[in-house]
């Protein structure tokens, strides 16, 4: 089905489940254990076997030699893989560095083996035996000093460099002005669920077929990558993921468990387990990468901006890709004169990708601190100079306007509800007996994107609905919101659908990923159903064009027949279909959705110990798919910001080339009781152009300048300002003479 914007809307009256506060479907199987995981496949493949992953033991450089034998003569051992005996392996079109490494080692901990035993501590114990030897060389792990030289990254899916009038002069010529770097460190993903994946073989040489159990936020990507690395037709490979616990983007792409589980399985004979060890994820598989950023701000006295640039400088290995820092600053505020620029240098730190907001989330976290420290040098109210730089159009192509322009409203209503008037305007003022108080805020951006969903759509003799989508639901809701879209476009209760997501062997789906997943598969699912009602009434002898669905009932020319009845007679019924997108729909107008965060906290003066107090963050994206997962994602969102502002950090080791914290011990991350209280409020607002169900995403919205309003908030309580990521105690309280 070909979406079109002023036709393809599911029917207000429709709307009985979609829209409402509807707990998850899958939350019994989950709260009793009853969700399989990739890990825990054992009741369907007996036989099977336990994969150890060996990494590599230096950063750069050559394996000169491996020792086997002592490994192989190990109890329980049936085989070991290294990249001597894998065979020819290609690279997946979504991978950077090799996933099995070897001779040439690309980056600490990349996979140069898999020890396969009967048991997981006999393929432990077996992997120690290993011998490795290496010839390292030198390599380039501090992105401080390879930034001079950096080049301007190549341009893949956004242009490295934008310019629009002359920033230069815009600048100079300025009456205030802000010239400020910020970093941000390099970050793990850090999901519950470590990358794991069964994997089993049928038949044999050119017959053969593989089935991965594995956990993956996009099926397809999964299947084509690991088809291509196997140099085996896609239609050989099925993937199955229908639970997943946690991705943020660490999950998008095939990594070192699935294709070494493969390997292990062939080698071995039999069905094997890899689940990546917890101290191989920081290392091994991908991370958010660290950033410097520059941001220069010219504006007039009463705070209209009038020069804006926003320079991004980050690493990854070669033929890798930017942390792309500036893409809201292309966005965001109205300015006459621009310039944003992605610097990419070549490194030999693991690979770096996607992490959850790629690009806004570490770019908010600079510009929205960039902002408020104007707003201090104009001596304006932060949220007003926010209002004052609003644009209805997109500043670089001033023909192209937003769906939807709702930055002011979340403002507003952001700052009426948390009391933003009793911010104290100075600094450092506000005392609670040994605590400092401040207040921060920040505004939050991140496009919407569209993209193709499928979905099949069977109507069973009992008259129940079966969904069927390679969708995954990585936390999200997304068995729920696809439940509610099937029940409402069907006219039936909740009860009588049940969704089966992740199985490459149904229809391609937008996936999770980019928060791009929710509004485009329930769009998927809205197309399939639509076909669904036409295949129903055509079998009744009703017209299609005319029949209502509702009640378990569908009606027309008079007549009106329960589903069951039909279903009796003419089940089952199938339907397949998925939603497509002109491409000239995101080329002329640029959908996007948007938020106002708030802040406050409490930051103790002997020890700079700081608190959060009260967070809430007013969100506008469409029409809000099921308020109760919606708000879980952005309160996990705000939470995910809390991190970023606070404590999350992978510490670089600039000498051995490595992730030093790699593992949950050293890795930092908030817990419930590091926020006192979250507050989410959503502008409910549909949105006709951005989906059959006028949503948008949510998710990673609730990410993007979250970790400023932290940061602004310490400032306001302490007068002192940390540019340098995460906001610890020690870099404040050397710069606070307040503190003891
Ligand atoms: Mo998101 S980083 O695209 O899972």
Redesign the pocket.
């Known amino acids: 089905m070909k979406f079109n914007p002023s036709a393809t809307a599911i029917a207000p009256q429709d709307l009985r489940h979609v829209g409402q506060a509807t707990p998850r479907v899958d939350g019994a199987l989950k709260t009793t254990g009853q969700a399989p995981y990739a890990g825990e496949y054992e009741a369907d493949v007996p036989e099977a076997a336990v994969g150890w992953v060996l990494g590599a033991g230096i950063a750069k450089g050559r394996i000169t030699d491996m020792q086997l034998d002592a490994a192989q003569a190990a109890p329980g051992v049936r085989a070991i893989v290294t990249a001597d005996n894998a065979g020819a392996l290609a690279k997946g079109q979504r991978n950077t560095a090799k996933l099995l490494g070897g001779p040439r080692i690309d980056h600490y901990h990349q996979a140069i083996a898999v020890v396969v035993a009967d048991t997981l501590e006999q393929a432990r114990a077996a992997a120690a035996l290993i011998e490795v030897s290496y010839d390292a060389s030198a390599g380039r792990f501090d992105l401080a000093a390879e930034r001079d030289g950096a080049p301007l990254a190549p341009s893949k899916d956004q242009e490295a460099r934008t310019d629009v009038g002359d920033f230069d002069t815009a600048y100079a010529t300025a009456p205030v002005q802000l010239d400020a770097t910020y970093t941000t460190p390099d970050q793990s993903h850090a999901m519950m669920e470590p990358p794991a994946t069964w994997a089993a073989w049928q038949g044999e040489g050119a017959d053969a077929s593989l089935t991965v159990w594995t956990s993956t936020?996009m099926v397809d990507w999964c299947r084509t990558d690991l088809a291509a690395t196997l140099k085996m037709p896609k239609d050989k490979v099925r993937v199955r993921s229908p639970f997943i616990g946690g991705?943020?983007?660490g999950k998008?792409f095939l990594r070192a468990d699935a294709l070494l589980a493969a390997l292990g399985a062939k080698a071995a004979g039999c069905p094997v387990k890899v689940s990546l060890q917890r101290p191989l994820i920081a290392n091994n598989s991908t991370h958010r990468p660290a950033t410097i950023q520059r941001i220069r701000l010219g504006a007039k006295p009463d705070g209209t901006l009038t020069a804006i640039a926003h320079e991004s400088w980050s690493g990854d290995q070669p033929e890798g890709q930017p942390e792309t820092a500036v893409n809201q600053t292309r966005l965001l505020y109205a300015a006459a004169h621009r310039h944003t620029a992605m610097y990419l240098a070549e490194m030999d730190l693991p690979e770096g990708n996607?992490?959850?907001?790629?690009g806004e989330a570490p770019g908010m976290m600079a510009l929205e601190v960039a902002m408020d420290e104007l707003a201090e040098r104009l001596d304006m109210d932060p949220v007003l100079l926010r209002l004052r730089n609003d644009t209805e159009v997109d500043p670089e192509h001033p023909e192209r306007r937003f769906t939807q322009r709702r930055l002011a409203p979340c403002l507003r209503e952001g700052a009426q509800h948390f009391g933003w008037d009793q911010r104290a305007r100075q600094p450092g003022t506000q005392r609670q007996g040994r605590w400092a108080i401040g207040m921060g805020m920040a505004a939050a951006f991140r496009s919407h994107i569209l993209m193709k969903s499928a979905a099949r759509v069977r109507l069973e003799r009992d008259g129940t609905v079966t969904v069927e989508t390679d969708m995954t639901d990585i936390g999200t809701g997304s068995y729920t919101v696809l439940a509610q879209t099937a029940a409402d476009v069907l006219g039936l209760p909740l009860e009588r659908v049940q969704v089966k997501l992740g199985d490459s062997d149904w229809p391609v789906s937008a996936g999770?990923?980019?928060?791009f997943g929710a509004a485009n598969a329930t769009g998927g699912v809205y197309a399939a159903c639509m076909a669904l009602r036409g295949a129903i009434a055509r079998k009744l002898g009703l017209d299609p064009a005319q029949a209502e669905f509702h009640a378990g009932c569908v009606q027309a020319q008079g007549r009106s027949v329960a589903l069951t009845d039909a279903a009796r007679e003419h089940a089952p019924l199938v339907a397949e279909d998925g939603i497509e997108y002109d491409e000239a729909l995101s080329k002329k107008w640029q959908h996007a959705t948007y938020a106002a965060h708030f802040v406050e906290v409490a930051v103790h003066v002997d020890t700079a110990e700081i608190r959060v107090r009260r967070m809430l963050a007013v969100c506008a994206a469409g029409r809000i798919l099921n308020p109760l997962t919606a708000r879980s994602q952005v309160m996990g969102a705000m939470t995910m910001g809390v991190g970023a502002a606070l404590m999350e950090a992978l510490a670089v080791d600039t000498n051995l080339g490595l992730f030093i914290n790699h593992d949950l011990a050293g890795y930092e991350v908030p817990v419930h009781a590091d926020i006192a209280q979250q507050e989410v409020i959503f502008l409910d607002d549909p949105d006709a152009m951005a989906s059959p169900l006028q949503a948008k995403g949510i998710a990673?919205l609730g990410l993007c300048g979250a970790a400023a309003a932290v940061a602004n908030a310490i400032y306001n309580a302490t007068g002192v300002r940390v540019r340098d990521y995460p906001v610890t105690l020690d870099k404040l309280i050397e710069h606070w003479p307040a503190a003891a």
């Open positions: 936020q991705g943020f983007g998008l996607s992490m959850r907001a790629p999770s990923g980019g928060q990673e």
